[in-house]
């Protein structure tokens, strides 16, 4: 099947199919801000999403990863899939923004943005539309529930299907240290991975006036804690680094016993796969190494997590120029600096990926993501739609 060529510059187009949707999708954005949903319990949002869609005339797929939604548009011509993802869920906080369209739901709130990112995709795929006949491959959209929880929903779509055939993958995030009209794109780990342990010293009970006759886990645990900050200061090159952190410690239950235990978690942030297996086996080392020192016993249980969102050289590359062509002002490109996680990367671990952070900061505001106050430029989902929608016609041209 022939193609007739694309139009030297596809972006009025495009900017005008979003400009024309654009007040629906504030719509659906303060409508799915005043229900937020949590996890994988994004029942009534999937289901805002699906009819969405179908209006578009699409045919979605529910119940993927649990509460997912999936649909694709096909192109006039054979090539490959590019996968195109946002998150729906919100977190468990309780907003002040005082909005009109404030949570409806005491102790939970959009405070991320992710039903901008929602509604984002849904524009995404009304500016796609028309162009299908002339693209070669297909558009995938995935809508994934429970981005913010320790179990992943870009795990359980994954498990049930949502990346098989996928060959490319994008998603985007808000961000409001960025003026609205912005975008930004980082090279190398966009995001870190996030992996957890959890510590458990084992020594002998014993009266606090008579040290000599316990093993005390206390002092133990303390060195340990003192010794990991190492790990990172003295083992780690600093233009690889990550962050080794202790968030909780408990042992002991009165002033004049030695404990048998104590127990402390916390959490490693790495932005490679090198720095990634440094960090961990060091952690190993150390604790091994002060139990043997201290003469305790110690359990060691660490957890990884979400791997590090790595953003595709080549892909970055070409967004820098589909952006500046749609917007004449070419993304901010840095070095990636975030130690956040964001479970996207179980998606760029099996094909090359990006994230496109959108400027979502609004004049005269200092916001930040995961704050009871946040209050995104609601502009920011058009120029993100847009700004994908641009993307995807070019790497499918």
Same mark, same amino acid.
């Given at each position: 099947?022939?193609?007739?060529?694309?139009?030297?510059?596809?972006?009025?187009?495009?900017?005008?199919?979003?400009?024309?949707i654009?007040?629906?999708?504030?719509?659906?954005?303060?409508?799915?801000?005043?229900?937020?949903?949590?996890?994988?319990?994004?029942?009534?949002?999937?289901?805002?999403?699906?009819?969405?869609?179908?209006?578009?005339?699409l045919?979605?797929?529910?119940?993927?990863?649990?509460?997912?939604?999936?649909?694709?548009?096909?192109?006039?011509?054979?090539?490959?899939?590019?996968?195109?993802?946002?998150?729906?869920?919100?977190?468990p906080?309780?907003?002040?923004?005082?909005?009109?369209?404030?949570?409806?739901?005491?102790?939970?709130?959009?405070?991320?943005?992710?039903?901008? $990112?929602? +509604?984002?995709?849904?524009? &995404? %795929? @009304? *500016? #796609?539309?028309?162009?299908?006949?002339?693209?070669?491959?297909?558009?995938?959209?995935?809508?994934?529930?429970?981005?913010?929880?320790?179990?992943?929903?870009?795990?359980a779509?994954?498990?049930?299907?949502?990346?098989?055939?996928?060959?490319?993958?994008?998603?985007?995030?808000?961000?409001?240290?960025?003026?609205?009209?912005?975008?930004?794109?980082?090279?190398?780990?966009?995001?870190?991975?996030?992996?957890?342990?959890?510590?458990?010293?084992?020594?002998?009970?014993?009266?606090?006036?008579?040290? $000599?006759? +316990?093993?005390?886990?206390? &002092? %133990? @645990? *303390? #060195?340990?804690?003192?010794?990991?900050?190492?790990?990172?200061?003295?083992?780690?090159?600093?233009?690889?680094?990550?962050?080794?952190?202790?968030?909780?410690?408990?042992?002991?239950?009165?002033?004049?016993?030695?404990?048998?235990?104590?127990?402390?978690?916390?959490t490693?942030?790495?932005?490679?796969?090198?720095?990634?297996?440094?960090?961990?086996?060091?952690?190993?080392?150390?604790?091994?190494?002060?139990?043997?020192?201290q003469?305790v016993?110690?359990?060691?249980?660490?957890?990884?997590?979400?791997?590090?969102?790595?953003?595709?050289?080549?892909?970055? *590359?070409?967004?820098?120029?589909?952006?500046?062509?749609?917007?004449?002002?070419?993304?901010?490109?840095?070095?990636?600096?975030?130690?956040?996680?964001?479970?996207?990367?179980?998606?760029?671990?099996?094909?090359?990926?990006?994230?496109?952070?959108?400027?979502?900061?609004?004049?005269?505001?200092?916001?930040?993501?995961?704050?009871?106050?946040?209050?995104?430029?609601?502009?920011?989902?058009?120029?993100?739609?847009?700004a994908?929608?641009r993307?995807?016609?070019?790497?499918?041209?």
């Open positions: 099947m022939s193609t007739p060529d694309l139009p030297n510059d596809p972006g009025p187009a495009l900017s005008a199919r979003v400009a024309a654009a007040p629906r999708l504030t719509e659906i954005r303060r409508d799915i801000h005043a229900h937020p949903e949590l996890g994988f319990e994004t029942v009534r949002t999937s289901g805002i999403v699906a009819e969405e869609l179908r209006r578009l005339g045919e979605p797929r529910t119940g993927i990863g649990r509460n997912g939604v999936v649909a694709e548009i096909q192109g006039g011509a054979p090539g490959p899939c590019l996968l195109i993802r946002a998150d729906m869920d919100a977190l906080m309780q907003e002040l923004t005082g909005l009109p369209y404030a949570s409806t739901i005491p102790g939970r709130m959009h405070a991320c943005g992710h039903d901008l $990112h929602t +509604a984002t995709l849904i524009g &995404v %795929a @009304a *500016a #796609l539309l028309a162009e299908a006949p002339r693209l070669r491959g297909r558009i995938r959209l995935v809508f994934q529930p429970a981005e913010e929880t320790s179990e992943s929903g870009a795990e779509m994954i498990a049930d299907g949502a990346a098989e055939g996928a060959d490319l993958a994008l998603t985007l995030h808000n961000r409001p240290e960025m003026p609205v009209g912005s975008f930004g794109l980082t090279q190398g780990a966009s995001t870190a991975a996030c992996d957890d342990f959890e510590v458990t010293v084992r020594g002998t009970s014993g009266h606090a006036a008579r040290p $000599h006759a +316990a093993a005390d886990p206390i &002092v %133990a @645990a *303390a #060195l340990m804690i003192a010794g990991l900050q190492t790990v990172i200061s003295r083992e780690m090159n600093p233009a690889e680094s990550a962050v080794l952190t202790v968030g909780h410690i408990v042992g002991g239950s009165t002033h004049n016993i030695i404990p048998d235990s104590c127990l402390f978690r916390g490693v942030r790495s932005r490679s796969p090198a720095a990634r297996d440094r960090a961990e086996a060091g952690l190993r080392r150390v604790c091994q190494g002060v139990a043997m020192a003469n016993a110690v359990d060691i249980d660490y957890l990884r997590g979400v791997p590090p969102l790595m953003n595709d050289p080549a892909l970055v *590359a070409r967004a820098m120029e589909s952006l500046t062509a749609q917007f004449g002002t070419a993304p901010r490109l840095e070095p990636g600096r975030s130690f956040g996680a964001e479970d996207f990367s179980y998606f760029t671990e099996r094909m090359p990926g990006l994230q496109l952070y959108v400027g979502a900061g609004q004049p005269g505001r200092d916001d930040r993501v995961h704050n009871s106050d946040y209050q995104p430029d609601e502009g920011s989902i058009g120029l993100g739609a847009t994908l929608a993307l995807a016609v070019d790497l499918l041209s």
